[in-house]
Each structure stands twice: as C-alpha cells, then as structure tokens.
Nanobody, 119 residues
C-alpha cells in the first residue's frame, strides 16, 4: 500500500520561499507519476506540477511555471516542490499524489500540508 507523507509547509511572507517534501513508501515507484496539488478554502483542488518517477519529466500549471520546481530523489523515495517568489494566492493545503493509472483520482494521496503566504 502506497503511503505519502508531506512536510515543509508553513507561514511565509510574499516573495519568500518554501520547500515541500513528500516521503513515499509501500512499493517501488517505477512507472509512477508523482504530483503536487493544492486546494484553497472554497476552491476546487488544483493541479500544480508532476514528475515521472523513472525519467524525471516534469509538467507545471501555468500559474506556477517559472516559480516552482518539482524534483525527486529516487534513492530516498522523496519528491520535492521548491516554491519561490510566493504570492498570497499560493495559500492552500498542498497534497502529494502518486499515480500509475493515468487518473489522479485513482491514485494515492497524502494528508496535505498547509502553506500560508502573507501579503
């Protein structure tokens, strides 16, 4: 069973940086995509970025392109989201997900970590 545990959230001023981590366990992740999503109060869940575990190909939402970087450490089974130039609109609960079916809703999800950006 896949387990995902996020960490690294917190309170930061606009323009600051945070680095989120997602520790993955329970199986080997070859063939998986690992993703970051976020959900702000009163809003739907939003895709942020993903990375293929084996090759490391990345994809970003337009709203974070150029500011956020997703990466992974295969040896430590950990995925990272480096967030720079943070804006108040980046405030949300950030979730890590793992999927190999092509449908994130059928994947595994972490419990989330709160990111709050003050203006």
């Amino acid at each position: 069973q896949v387990q995902l545990v996020e960490s690294g959230g917190g309170l930061v001023q606009a323009g600051g940086s945070l680095r989120l981590s997602c520790a993955a366990s329970g199986r080997t992740f070859s063939g998986y995509r690992m993703g970051w999503f976020r959900q702000a109060p009163g809003k739907e869940r939003e895709f942020v970025a993903d990375i293929t575990w084996s090759v490391g190909s990345t994809y970003y939402a337009d709203s974070v392109k150029g500011r956020f970087t997703i990466s992974r450490d295969n040896a430590k089974n950990t995925v990272f989201l480096q967030m720079n130039s943070l804006k108040p609109e980046d405030t949300a609960v950030y979730y890590c997900a793992a999927d190999r079916s092509g449908n994130w809703d059928r994947g595994s999800w972490g419990q989330g970590t709160q990111v709050t950006v003050s203006s």
